[in-house]
């Protein structure tokens, strides 16, 4: 699976859109880009995944460029419960065994 | 409906001594993942089950580690011959099977070996 680079940390103002980058430049074709969370003593939960469209769901934006060697993850309007570790994987779909391989993520502090 | 289980929340034991920590994955799932994290760090993948067989257990860090999953739902982790260095917090996750990294993870089981 490739490596993936990400900030160590980023403040966010509560109300306004946290943009969380990550880096994945060996990416290969057949990978997808998968973002997790962790809130503080709490397991990961997952947020999202995309292969090379955009994404979006009910918690998030993934926006994968056009070469996929890059991706930002939009949370649009942060709260203060968006207090995390933001974790960015790459990671092959399909019957190549499952785990995760996780960095050590981008901690996301959400400020009044 | 539930969600992944781990018990205890918290262990407290003696260098030496021998632990098993119990995972109750998602019903339906088939695919369950052990993983480990030490404090300041991403978890760490041991091991993982497809049904009753570990696929892939080439995690676990040397043979003290052994986990099971007689009946492909509870997987149990066991601990021989306690280190301090095993301590940390280890998580459990599942999912609808191996194909998909979409995993739910459990709150975790934080070990320490005093």
């Known amino acids: 699976d490739a490596k993936t680079t990400q900030p160590t940390s980023m403040d966010c103002a509560e109300g306004r859109a946290a943009n969380l980058p990550c880096n994945h430049s060996?990416?290969?074709?057949?990978?997808?880009v998968y973002w997790y969370r962790q809130i503080h003593s709490q397991g990961p939960q997952y947020i999202i995944h995309?292969?090379?469209n955009n994404e979006t769901n009910e918690m998030a934006s993934l926006i994968i460029t056009e070469d996929r060697k890059s991706s930002t993850l939009i949370l649009p309007h942060a709260t203060l419960r968006d207090t995390a570790v933001y974790y960015c994987?790459?990671?092959?779909?399909?019957?190549?065994?499952?785990?995760?391989?996780f960095g050590q993520g981008t901690e996301l502090s959400v400020k009044p | 409906g539930a969600g992944v289980s781990q018990t205890p929340s918290n262990k407290v034991t003696e260098k030496g001594k021998y632990v098993e920590l119990r995972c109750d994955p998602i019903?339906?799932?088939?695919?369950l993942y052990w993983y480990r994290q030490s404090l300041g760090q991403g978890p760490e993948f041991l091991i993982y089950?497809?049904?009753?067989?570990?696929?892939?257990d080439s995690g676990l860090p040397n043979d003290r580690f052994f986990a099971v999953r007689p009946e492909g739902s509870v997987s149990t982790l066991k601990i021989q011959r306690t280190e301090r260095g095993d301590s940390a917090v280890y998580l459990c996750?599942?999912?609808?099977?191996?194909?998909?990294?979409?995993?739910?993870f459990g709150p975790g089981t934080r070990l320490t070996v005093t």
């Open positions: 996750a599942s999912s609808r099977d191996s194909t998909t990294r979409e995993q739910y």
């Open positions: 060996t990416i290969s074709g057949n990978e997808y």
């Open positions: 995309g292969l090379k």
């Open positions: 994987i790459v990671s092959g779909y399909g019957n190549q065994g499952g785990k995760l391989i």
């Open positions: 019903s339906g799932h088939t695919a």
């Open positions: 089950f497809q049904g009753t067989g570990a696929a892939d």
